[in-house]
């Protein structure tokens, strides 16, 4: 059953990162298909009861704090009364899912304002009305933030004025829609924030921002491919400590636990020792000098060079890799596999590696052969690395 295999997928990312220190997690809206159409008629938070509070329990005892998203169809404020009432009807389905799981207060609800449809004001006041006649359960949970090409941070705090709405701070929509005689600076965006943080209440938990960066090269808004360390540290100096920064980036997992490490003032260099057997096969098919400058980081075992680390990283991620830079890598992973191939996968990957090096063929299907030898051998330490999973 689908929502049987959602719920289950659902359990592994929160088990995932429990073990990773990642205590701010988005869950996917669309976990139960359907879950707020008239179509879907099944009791679906009691026939998953048990697996609903098995992830619940997981969630409380990892002192994780959950959110969701519902996406840009959710309008509140629309002038049409069919799409205001498709919008509460998501809006309950999104607070029943966070019921079921037994989360408080704490876990919101994040929604855009909506469109403005030809006057703003109006449209503030009337996403301030069509809020106040929603259910307690529901309110509890919702709050708002500023949007890439409409309504303002200014906005924002202005509907939290008419209905005590609390109110997220996302620096990208700020930076591209900022409120009149607002300034391009971080001073100026930490008053927003210092703002935003003043419509939270103790019962709706710590103070929630969105973070990202802008994606070289791609439309406005779009968010970058990983978050640049260094930049992310910059952008955090002078903001208080007890934030929660959910880190909107493509990368997802992998940024959030570059920045987890990158705020720890120390930590045993383990840490990135095992962050380092994931990225460490990327990193030498993309820039074998830099492969080798990591590994004289990593040799102090008492430091924590966390930033110089992830910094290293990423010029690596930054660079082209070179045909022959990704022959040195194949090889190297090869090296871990060949002594428990057999004769006709030798001759598979001889036969591959040639068709690359002579431009038959792409690096993908010998990494997919790579990846196909891991599994069958066993070797999560070659599974899991980056070098094979970012095919996946």
């Given at each position: 059953?689908?929502?049987?295999?959602?719920?289950?997928?659902?359990?592994?990312?929160?088990?995932?990162?429990?073990?990773?220190?990642?205590?701010?997690?988005?869950?996917?809206?669309?976990?139960?298909?359907?879950?707020?159409?008239?179509?879907?008629?099944?009791?679906?938070?009691?026939?998953?009861?048990?697996?609903?509070?098995?992830?619940?329990?997981?969630?409380?005892?990892?002192?994780?704090?959950?959110?969701?998203?519902?996406?840009?169809?959710?309008?509140?404020?629309?002038?049409?009364?069919?799409?205001?009432?498709?919008?509460?009807?998501?809006?309950?389905?999104?607070?029943?899912?966070?019921?079921?799981?037994?989360?408080?207060r704490e876990s919101k609800i994040i929604l855009h304002i909506?469109?403005?449809?030809?006057?703003?004001?109006?449209?503030?006041?009337?996403?301030?009305?069509?809020?106040?006649q929603l259910g307690d359960s529901v309110l509890q949970r919702l709050v708002i933030e500023n949007d890439e090409r409409i309504f303002t941070v200014a906005d924002a705090l202005q509907v939290h004025r008419l209905v005590r709405v609390p109110v997220v701070f996302d620096n990208l929509h700020h930076a591209l829609n900022r409120p009149d005689g607002a300034r391009a600076d971080p001073e100026d965006d930490r008053s927003w924030v210092a703002a935003c943080r003043d419509t939270w209440q103790a019962a709706d938990g710590r103070q929630k921002i969105h973070y990202s960066q802008q994606a070289a090269g791609k439309r406005p808004g779009a968010h970058s491919d990983t978050i640049e360390a260094a930049r992310f540290l910059r952008d955090m100096d002078g903001l208080p400590d007890d934030l929660d920064v959910m880190l909107e980036v493509k990368d997802k997992n992998l940024s959030a636990v570059k920045c987890i490490h990158?705020?720890?003032?120390?930590?045993?260099?383990?840490?990135?020792?095992q962050e380092w057997a994931r990225y460490k096969y990327e990193v030498l098919?993309?820039?074998?000098?830099?492969?080798?400058?990591?590994?004289?980081?990593?040799?102090?075992?008492?430091?924590?060079?966390?930033?110089?680390?992830?910094?290293?990283?990423?010029?690596?991620?930054?660079?082209?890799?070179?045909?022959?830079?990704?022959?040195n890598a194949a090889q190297h992973v090869w090296g871990y596999l060949s002594e428990q191939a057999g004769e006709q996968e030798k001759r598979q990957f001889a036969r591959l590696l040639a068709r690359y090096r002579s431009g038959e063929s792409p690096i993908e299907p010998l990494k997919r052969f790579l990846l196909k030898i891991a599994r069958a051998q066993g070797q999560p330490y070659l599974e899991q690395s980056l070098y094979l999973t970012r095919l996946l």
């Open positions: 059953e689908i929502t049987a295999h959602n719920l289950q997928v659902l359990e592994n990312l929160v088990a995932y990162n429990a073990g990773q220190g990642i205590r701010l997690f988005r869950i996917s809206s669309d976990i139960i298909p359907f879950g707020s159409s008239p179509v879907n008629r099944q009791p679906w938070d009691e026939q998953h009861a048990g697996q609903l509070a098995r992830i619940g329990a997981l969630i409380r005892s990892s002192g994780m704090r959950v959110s969701m998203h519902p996406g840009q169809y959710t309008v509140l404020n629309s002038p049409d009364r069919d799409v205001v009432a498709r919008a509460v009807a998501d809006l309950v389905y999104h607070d029943r899912l966070l019921e079921a799981l037994g989360t408080g909506g469109g403005a449809y030809g006057s703003k004001i109006a449209a503030l006041e009337r996403f301030a009305r069509e809020y106040e990158c705020l720890q003032p120390d930590g045993p260099i383990t840490l990135l020792e098919e993309y820039a074998p000098d830099i492969y080798l400058a990591i590994r004289q980081l990593l040799k102090d075992k008492k430091a924590w060079p966390a930033l110089d680390f992830y910094t290293l990283v990423e010029k690596a991620q930054g660079r082209t890799v070179l045909p022959g830079h990704a022959v």
